[in-house]
Nanobody, 120 residues
Framework: QVQLVESGGGVVQPGGSLTLSCVASGIIFSTYTMNWYRQAPGKQRELVAEITYGSNTNYADSVKGRFTISRDNAKNTLYLQMNSLKPEDTAVYHC??????????????WGQGTQVTVSS
């Protein structure tokens, strides 16, 4: 059974920092591209950051220079370090594991999400 469990969300003032974690089980973590998505009320889900199995990273323009995605394959854990937080970063943040396979359906797994609220 595959599980992705996020933690680290909370309420923080503008300009503050948070670190999100996502612990994966039931998958060979090191073979997956891992993503952080977010969804704010009334808005579409947005890809925030991606890290490939080779540790190449990509970021949404809105978070470049402020957020850092990383992974620890030995701990099956994905991280998102968020600095200089803004009210517009308020959303539920979801962890996603994805890979492309030659045969069959591409595996795609989601965590339940963790709430991040940026407010004074």
């Amino acid at each position: 059974q595959v599980q992705l469990v996020e933690s680290g969300g909370g309420v923080v003032q503008p300009g503050g920092s948070l670190t999100l974690s996502c612990v994966a089980s039931g998958i060979i973590f090191s073979t997956y591209t891992m993503n952080w998505y977010r969804q704010a009320p009334g808005k579409q889900r947005e890809l925030v950051a991606e890290i490939t199995y080779g540790s190449n990273t990509n970021y949404a323009d809105s978070v470049k220079g402020r957020f850092t995605i990383s992974r620890d394959n030995a701990k099956n854990t994905l991280y998102l370090q968020m600095n200089s937080l803004k009210p517009e970063d308020t959303a539920v943040y979801h962890c996603n594991a994805h890979k492309i396979v030659i045969f069959g359906i591409n595996p795609d797994y989601w965590g339940q999400g963790t709430q991040v609220t940026v407010s004074s």
